[in-house]
């Protein structure tokens, strides 16, 4: 004997409306005074390296 059964009345649906506006009691943006993006490629790639060199300092120091 083969059983069926529906969920007619059970909704597998996740909407819920929520609030979402931009309204002028929103913070603005802020001027960065420092920005990452702003460094030319060459100094970027020198201050990963010298991030990546801290880390493996700090590696070193932990293996010791």
Known sequence: ?????THEDHHHGHA??????HAP???PAQAAH???LRMPVPARL?????????????VW???R
């Open 1 to 5: 004997m083969a059983h069926t059964h």
């Open 16 to 21: 819920h409306p929520h609030g979402h506006s």
């Open 25 to 27: 009691q929103a913070h």
């Open 34 to 36: 420092w920005s990452i």
């Open 46 to 58: 020198l201050a990963a390296l010298a991030v990546s060199a801290g880390l493996w300092a700090v």
């Open 61 to 63: 120091l932990a293996m």
